[in-house]
């Protein structure tokens, strides 16, 4: 009963209004034909040009996420203590003392990428983060930019101009501007290497296969989910192109320049460590932490052993033992346990992508208030809180209907079934949050693919004719 409930819990049984608004939007777009208006307005813009309407759009984007920066009273840390100690790596490095651990020992607990570019901004910048903001800003503008390419690729202008819009006004995404977060710089990173997969499926050349490669192995070292992109440039070929030596081939030579990046990491934690370590040494104990008796589907658990909790792990004083001992604690249990592991993690991606509140993005953003500014009203906050959960809401909500929609057209060109390329990178992101803990905070890597995938429904609805 444990998918069931959480179904209930975190789809059916609440969010009301997101449910409404988007029954409201159906109908909209469905009256679109018959209210002249509504209709003449659709007409005017079909008639600017894409590339105007692209510039309005990344423009609008733009001014947002800068106008949110500089308003924000927050300042780092946030509500989490993941940024607290990212930023304490950062100025370990930043004055030269190395990746270090809050007792001073060399580690590789997390990706080396943010913190190190965050080091290079300290180092010129000193405590002011806003230049990393400005950063975090021009690449979720790069994001929206890329969106509408990847879906350009794939559909037509008109769903990519409307992915591009919807992202560009995505509460989450311009929240988060502010905030020290990896997937700030990984998501643009992400996405650029999966247009290029998208461009070789549908005109193949090794080039874009290597330059994917290398984009997907710098993007693993924000966040460590582009590491084995090669499955799906994999079952892509097969599916699409139906061809095992092309599949076999361009996945071996993808994976091998995405490890060509991993490698100087792994070369510094084996010097370091005695262990040759590719990006962190945290996967064991999130692996553990998700599969266990007494893990819950929101959140991490590290059971004692009163609770049955691993006696290696528990005993485990380093992160290299924690590491190796997570992960064979993890294994050992997915074999004992299948029928309730399987339970478990649908049960983490329902609560992932669910649409009730324990939203995160604002929370982070209020937490911590810079000395001589003052904290909005809670009413105020709740408002904002309010704003991001429902846009997700709505934009999740048309993004299934997309996917469906998607899923039983009877006949589609090479072009659209590159749309197979997002899918499989969605079932691949899945299958990660499946192994580890689940979290609000990791939907937000996806969010770009929800809105491509709302924004095809939206058009299938009001302009069929135009994908």
């Known amino acids: ?37 509504l209709r003449q307005f659709i ?15 990344l423009v609008a984007a733009f001014v947002l996420r800068l106008g949110w920066v500089i308003w924000s009273p927050h300042v780092a840390p946030s509500a989490g203590t993941e940024d607290m100690i990212m930023l304490q790596h950062a100025r370990d490095l930043a004055e030269g003392r190395g990746y270090r651990n809050v007792e ?20 010129l910048f000193g405590s002011n983060l806003f230049p990393m903001e400005l950063l975090h800003v021009v690449f979720a503008v790069a994001g929206v930019y890329l969106i509408y390419y990847l879906a350009r690729q794939i559909t037509s202008p008109a769903v990519g101009l409307l992915a591009a819009a919807l992202l560009a006004l995505f509460p989450t995404s311009i929240f988060a501007s502010k905030i020290i977060l990896e997937e700030n710089i990984f998501i643009p990173l992400w996405l650029a290497g999966i247009a290029l997969l ?9 080039n874009k296969v ?58 510094r934690n084996y010097y370091r460590l005695g262990e040759p370590i590719l990006y962190t040494t945290w996967i064991g104990a999130a692996m553990y932490f998700a599969n266990n008796d007494t893990a819950d589907v929101r959140y991490p658990v590290n059971p004692t052993l009163e609770q049955g909790g691993d006696l290696e792990f528990s005993r485990a004083a380093k992160e290299l033992e924690r590491n190796r001992a997570g992960k064979k604690a993890a294994m050992k249990w997915i074999v004992s346990h299948p029928g309730v592991f399987i339970q478990k993690a649908v049960g983490r991606m329902i ?58 057209r009877s006949k589609i060109t090479l072009q659209q079934q590159s749309f197979w390329v997002i899918i499989f990178t969605l079932l691949y992101y899945f299958s990660i949050v499946a192994l580890t803990p689940g979290q609000r905070k990791y939907r937000f890597a996806i969010e770009p693919f929800l809105c491509l995938l709302a924004a095809h429904a939206l058009i299938l609805f009001s302009s069929p004719d135009e994908i």
């Open 104 to 123: 001073g020992a060399f580690n590789a607990d997390r990706p080396v990428g943010y913190a190190l570019l965050l080091a290079f901004f300290i180092k």
């Open 1 to 37: 009963m444990i998918i069931w409930d959480a179904f209930l819990q975190y789809f059916v049984m609440t969010a009301e209004r997101i449910k409404i608004i988007t029954l409201i939007i159906l109908a909209l777009m469905f009256l679109l034909k018959t209210i002249p208006p």
């Open 43 to 57: 007409e005017t813009l079909k008639r600017i040009p894409p590339k105007i309407l692209l510039f309005v759009i």
């Open 198 to 206: 998208i461009s070789d499926l549908q005109k193949p050349h090794w």
């Open 210 to 267: 290597v330059i994917a490669g290398l984009i997907f192995g710098l993007a693993a070292h924000f966040r460590t989910q582009s590491f084995a992109m090669g499955l799906v440039v994999f079952f892509s070929w097969i599916l699409i192109k139906k061809n095992l030596s092309a599949a076999i081939s361009r996945a071996v030579v993808l994976q091998l320049f995405i490890l060509i990046l991993a490698l100087p990491w792994a070369v």
């Open 351 to 408: 609560f992932m992508m669910g649409l009730n509140r324990e939203g995160w993005v604002v929370k982070d953003n209020f937490y911590n208030i810079r000395t001589g500014r003052q904290r909005p009203s809670e009413k105020f906050i709740k408002k904002l809180d309010k704003l991001d959960n429902d846009y997700y809401g709505v934009i999740f909500l048309f993004s299934v209907m997309g996917l469906i929609l998607y899923l039983f």
